[in-house]
């Protein structure tokens, strides 16, 4: 599987070939698609199934994920076009440990997510060890506040997207301390163009969290990635766009000031102002950087690299 964005294509063409693979007329095929647990389907265009086929597929990700069996290795396969929607806190409940839940289709035929009616309304993760892949997250309400919550270990979220729809979400991916070893991948953020953002991913606390792949565009008022409240430790922040419209100007932000790990190689960031944030644009003087960390502040403009002070040979 190509790695970092050089070949982010490559992975989505592999990503085709892999459910081209697992499916045929319908039906898995083992393979690539295997499995040690129970496979479960979901559709909202199928009503009173029981989940164990495409043609009798249950009608939410929540209730398959209730069909489940902790660390057996289950997953659970989204049709396309599959459409839920979220309106209180935990309405996809991700409670069961060790599941994979993998979306099917490209583009508009990918299974969405909606969250609307409540500020608060989240699809949560409290359990460990589980995957999800090829989801597409929308903001129905205005100033959501957590709609992809992580407060459990060993999870990871790839080759999704999350777009404002309504408003602007006022952070999208929280974690709390338990999220350690949290992955992202291949993950892109939508943003509105309108302030009412403050971060993309909220980091609290955790250990060894890797966000590698990432496409970023939004209005942060505090930062793209915003490490606060309890520190990070060994984070790693590589291969990746990102694009702040807000006169922040700040891509990362540590502001509990301590925390720990990598940022870089193969950052490309675009700051809003035209003035002197190549510098500020990342803040934690507790991390170490690898270049290239490129910064642009100005349309007609090639990036600079970052000028954080060097390492020197002594």
Not at 10 to 16: A, C, I, L, P, S
Not at 176 to 204: E, F, M, P, Q
Request: aromatic content about 8%; glycine content about 12%.
């Amino acid at each position: 599987m190509a790695t970092g964005v050089g070949g982010a294509e490559r992975y989505y063409e592999n990503m085709d070939m892999y459910f081209a693979r697992v499916f045929s007329n319908g039906a898995e095929v083992l393979g690539t698609g295997f499995t040690t647990g129970t496979t479960f389907y979901v559709s909202s265009a199928v009503t009173g199934g029981d989940g164990r086929s495409p043609q009798a597929a249950i009608s939410t990700i929540d209730a398959a994920i209730g069909l489940c069996t902790a660390n057996k290795g289950d997953r659970i396969y989204v049709m396309p076009g599959h459409t839920e929607t979220v309106t209180a806190a935990a309405g996809v409940a991700l409670d069961v440990a060790g599941v994979t839940i993998i979306g099917l289709g490209r583009g508009s035929a990918r299974p969405t997510v909606n969250f609307t009616t409540a500020v608060g309304a989240s699809f949560a993760v409290t359990a460990a060890n589980c995957w999800v892949e090829n989801i597409l997250f929308t903001g129905g309400i205005d100033a959501l506040t957590n709609p992809i919550s992580v407060a459990a270990a060993d999870f990871a979220l790839v080759n999704c997207e999350w777009r404002d729809v309504t408003g602007q979400a006022t952070d999208v991916i929280l974690t709390t301390a338990a999220a350690d070893r949290l992955l992202v991948r291949y993950h892109r953020h939508d943003g509105a163009t309108a302030a009412g953002a403050n971060s993309a991913i909220a980091i609290v606390g955790g250990d060894r969290i890797v966000i590698d792949g990432f496409n970023i565009d939004g209005n942060f008022a505090v930062g793209c990635i915003d490490v606060r409240t309890t520190a990070t430790t060994d984070l790693e922040i590589r291969n990746g766009f990102a694009r702040t419209r807000n006169a922040a100007d700040i891509f990362l932000i540590d502001t509990v000031t301590a925390s720990t790990g990598m940022i870089g190689p193969n950052i490309s960031i675009r700051v809003n102002d035209n003035a002197a944030n190549v510098t500020e644009a990342m803040t934690g003087a507790t991390f170490v950087y690898f270049q290239n960390i490129s910064i642009v502040n100005t349309a007609g403009e090639v990036g600079l690299n970052t000028n954080i002070t060097a390492t020197v040979d002594i």
